[in-house]
């Protein structure tokens, strides 16, 4: 396993009325991210908000190259960025205990943040295909190039992971500086991630670990 620190490139926030942040997902152009009782749109290179949808927004979002997903307590929400309405919803595998959310390979992977795991599930109905164990905390969960990735955050201790996707094995561990952790991940480009801070209210990019 290699061993690594987090480098960070770039801190966003807080933002007015986001004391805390949940999900990260990034459409190609902006970064979403969730924050209780809405879907806020950020432009990554500005800095700057551009939108949000008010929904539900309890813990992760990905998005399918489409349609936003959102996890809203024991439920995962099909939205159309759009317009903001809901299309589609199915059961969490959690049932409440979910965390983060990724696309990849035509289905949803979801965190179960004290279940220590993670779900692959069918997008259309919710059935879970596999399951993959971790012994930390789950927090974000993120595809990049072919690598599953998700943050850890147990007390004041927080780190990003790439795991075998087949067995779980934690293949690279990057730690985040002391006190700061990852409630949200999504790989933003080939070299970096966006991490959402929790109760700090900031997202964070973070040099894609080798």
Not at 5 to 25: C, K, L, S
Not at 40 to 53: H, K, M
Not at 85 to 93: G, Q, W, Y
């Amino acid at each position: 396993m290699k061993q690594a620190q987090v480098e960070i490139i770039r801190e966003y926030g807080p933002f007015p009325g986001a004391d805390q942040i949940h999900g990260v997902t990034f459409d190609g152009q902006h970064v979403w991210f969730a924050t209780g009782d809405k879907l806020n749109a950020l432009d990554p290179e500005t800095g700057e908000l551009t939108g949000a949808i008010d929904i539900v927004a309890h813990a992760g979002t990905a998005f399918d190259g489409t349609h936003l997903f959102q996890i809203a307590e024991d439920r995962i929400q099909k939205i159309d960025p759009k317009t903001g309405r809901v299309l589609a919803t199915i059961p969490a595998p959690g049932h409440g205990g979910d965390s983060g959310l990724a696309w990849a390979e035509g289905t949803l992977w979801v965190g179960q943040h004290r279940g220590r795991s993670i779900h692959q599930i069918d997008p259309e109905t919710g059935a879970i295909l596999r399951r993959i164990e971790s012994d930390r905390v789950v927090t974000g969960v993120t595809w990049v190039d072919g690598e599953l990735w998700h943050g850890t955050w147990e007390g004041d201790e927080s780190d990003v992971r790439r795991i075998d996707s087949a067995t779980g094995e934690v293949m690279t561990k990057a730690k985040m500086p002391e006190g700061m952790g990852v409630s949200g991940l999504e790989a933003v480009g080939a070299d970096r991630f966006i991490c959402g801070g929790g109760s700090s209210g900031k997202l964070r990019a973070i040099r894609r670990p080798k």
